[in-house]
């Protein structure tokens, strides 16, 4: 694809991370331009436009998916519009870099995955950015170096300053924990057969059937564990961290704490209040690979289409765990071979 001339992206949906994303191709991405826009809100659209050297602004997705003048999609629209925009491109037979999750349910995830296997080539690449944050991606490594014997425990740290959408226990578990999800998979290498989840709602103002604390509690293929807590509602700001028990040690991501700050006597780590700038070099470096694996005809590092159903399936049955009151197993299809060259078993 283009191998000698940069990559033509168009994006569909243009807020907040659209533009992130947007920024990153425009100034950080060099083998790629943006040439097309699609939002349901047009002015927005039209402004983005004016301001990242007015790519054309296309009024319909199916339009720009298939215009001629886009080599590669990017989706950040709305979740419940992912899977007919990735089955969209699919048809058309064209590369797509959908943020998560790859749907909203997992019977559209299902569809998905059936698609792009039929096809029997792998087009859709997913955004669990994670995967490429150097503090994440210096504790896979130190664990792939045999520094801390054989990892046999993940433990997670996933908070909001404030839930940026809703509080839905269902839209939590599929949109939020699913990097989570994700992150214990991609570290321990290993699928989940087991989850246990409980919740709770942090604040009495809120919906009286809304949830914003969560913890879940997974057992692997291999009887590793796992455990998260996600809270959205964490006010103080946002932070991530991952952790690796092993046989022999402890690998902990070192962020936030890239910043020391001593002023009016007192020292600190500032923490940022959402997502994006902490992530920012990995969201970065995840574009370049994509962008890198579409010119050199490679497959993409990252994260694909069944390690996005994976985390709908998991995200499914911690709610079916949280509605039943206790664990609850996770049934997966068969993996198919477009997707065996991973390490996640």
């Not at 096809?119 to 991606?137: T, Y």
């Amino acid at each position: 694809m283009r191998s000698n001339k940069r990559i033509r992206i168009g994006v569909i949906g243009v807020g907040k991370m659209g533009e992130q994303h947007i920024k990153n191709i425009s100034y950080l991405c060099p083998g790629a331009i943006l040439v097309a826009l699609h939002d349901a809100n047009q002015d927005r659209a039209k402004e983005i436009a004016a301001l990242y050297g007015f790519p054309q602004v296309f009024d319909d997705p199916d339009e720009l998916i298939a215009s001629p003048i886009v080599d590669a999609v990017l989706i950040t629209a709305p979740d419940k519009v992912h899977a007919d925009l990735i089955l969209a491109c699919l048809r058309e037979k064209k590369p797509v870099l959908c943020e998560k999750p790859l749907a909203s349910n997992l019977k559209d995830a299902k569809l998905v995955l059936d698609t792009e296997a039929e096809l029997n080539q792998l087009l859709v690449s997913l955004g669990f950015q994670r995967r490429f944050d150097p503090a994440h991606l210096a504790v896979k490594e130190a664990a792939l170096q045999g520094v801390i014997g054989r990892p046999i425990l993940w433990k997670g740290i996933h908070r909001n300053s404030h839930a940026p959408y809703a509080t839905n226990p269902f839209f939590l578990l599929t949109n939020t924990a699913g990097h989570d999800i994700d992150s214990a998979r991609w570290l321990l290498g290993s699928e989940v057969k087991e989850v246990y989840a409980r919740a709770l709602r942090s604040r009495d103002d809120f919906p009286p059937d809304s949830r914003d604390l969560f913890l879940l509690e997974m057992i692997m293929n291999d009887e590793r564990l796992a455990s998260a807590e996600i809270y959205m509602s964490a006010d103080y700001g946002y932070e991530v961290s991952a952790e690796l028990v092993g046989q022999n040690g402890v690998l902990t991501t070192a962020r936030p704490d890239i910043l020391i700050v001593r002023a009016q006597s007192k020292r600190y780590a500032p923490i940022a209040q959402d997502w994006t700038s902490p992530f920012q070099e990995a969201y970065a470096a995840e574009l370049n690979a994509w962008i890198e694996s579409l010119a050199g005809g490679r497959i993409f590092p990252g994260a694909n289409t069944w390690d996005g159903y994976v985390a709908i399936a998991v995200a499914e049955a911690a709610n079916e765990s949280l509605i039943k009151g206790t664990s609850y197993p996770v049934e997966l299809p068969r993996k198919p071979g477009l997707y065996r060259l991973d390490s996640i078993d």
